[in-house]
């Protein structure tokens, strides 16, 4: 999968959205980002469950899911696991593709306080999710609000995120991360790939792949 072009698409839909507040982002950008998530993976003809999906069983332990199903021929019998009477549903087997965590933090007003690291925290603790997922790609959105040090290559949470991928002991070679990062301060949208190594040493040397401005005004009252 090319997280690259993955990106660029989801930076292009995004930064045409102006429906949406810049100062605040809770819930609202949450669905806006989800709903591009899935919607990139019905185009790539992948089965996409999302935590704020209304079908049945759709959150499948990560904010967004995206899924290889095998379903039955017509006339195949469905199979119960030998079991009489018991009958799987029509596609109940799953093989993940991507797996995305959408976390905002906390908001604050000042550096190095208590707010201040826990929106780190709690990004954080999200990425350890993706880590524990077994999709060859993973996800991660977030936002460095308007604090100074937390954004770009050198800020807090790619350090952060580097850091943690170094400490994790049950990497599978060859897993990718993106990391969609929404820097506040200086309204750009960017993205941030590695990859685990498939020998040898694992530096996780984290690149840029793109970086989009925010429109001037995302105000529901200035469309």
Request: charged share 30%; proline share 6%; aromatic share 12%.
């Given at each position: 999968?090319?997280?690259?072009?993955?990106?660029?698409e989801?930076?292009?839909?995004?930064?045409?959205?102006?429906?949406?507040?810049?100062?605040?982002?809770?819930?609202?950008?949450?669905?806006?980002?989800?709903?591009?998530?899935?919607?990139?993976?019905?185009?790539?003809?992948?089965?996409?469950?999302?935590?704020?999906?209304?079908?049945?069983?759709?959150?499948?332990?990560?904010?967004?899911?995206?899924?290889?199903?095998?379903?039955?021929r017509?006339?195949?019998?469905?199979?119960?696991?030998?079991?009489?009477?018991?009958?799987?549903p029509?596609?109940?087997?799953?093989?993940?593709?991507?797996?995305?965590?959408?976390?905002?933090?906390?908001?604050?007003?000042?550096?190095?306080?208590?707010?201040?690291?826990?929106?780190?925290?709690?990004v954080?603790?999200?990425?350890?999710?993706?880590m524990?997922?077994?999709s060859?790609?993973?996800v991660?959105?977030?936002?460095?609000?308007?604090?100074?040090?937390?954004?770009?290559?050198?800020g807090?949470?790619?350090?952060?995120?580097?850091?943690?991928?170094?400490?994790?002991?049950?990497?599978?070679?060859?897993?990718?991360?993106?990391?969609?990062?929404?820097?506040?301060?200086?309204?750009?949208?960017?993205?941030?790939?590695?990859?685990?190594?498939?020998?040898?040493?694992?530096?996780?040397?984290?690149?840029?792949?793109?970086?989009?401005?925010?429109?001037?005004?995302?105000?529901?009252?200035?469309?």
């Amino acid at each position: 999968m090319d997280l690259k072009l993955l990106f660029d698409e989801f930076a292009a839909s995004m930064v045409r959205e102006r429906t949406l507040m810049t100062d605040e982002r809770l819930s609202a950008w949450t669905a806006a980002v989800k709903s591009r998530l899935v919607r990139l993976g019905k185009r790539r003809g992948y089965s996409p469950f999302a935590t704020d999906d209304r079908r049945k069983s759709a959150a499948y332990l990560w904010d967004v899911a995206w899924c290889i199903e095998d379903k039955r021929r017509r006339g195949q019998p469905a199979s119960g696991a030998g079991i009489e009477g018991l009958a799987f549903p029509e596609a109940p087997y799953r093989k993940l593709v991507l797996t995305a965590e959408v976390e905002w933090g906390r908001q604050g007003q000042r550096p190095h306080t208590q707010v201040f690291r826990q929106n780190l925290e709690e990004v954080f603790r999200d990425f350890y999710k993706l880590m524990d997922a077994r999709s060859g790609s993973k996800v991660m959105v977030y936002t460095t609000w308007l604090y100074p040090e937390q954004a770009g290559l050198s800020g807090l949470f790619l350090r952060g995120f580097r850091q943690i991928l170094l400490d994790y002991d049950s990497h599978l070679p060859g897993d990718r991360y993106l990391f969609i990062e929404f820097d506040d301060r200086k309204r750009m949208l960017s993205g941030y790939l590695t990859e685990v190594p498939r020998r040898g040493p694992r530096p996780f040397r984290i690149r840029c792949v793109g970086s989009v401005p925010y429109p001037r005004r995302w105000d529901p009252n200035h469309t």
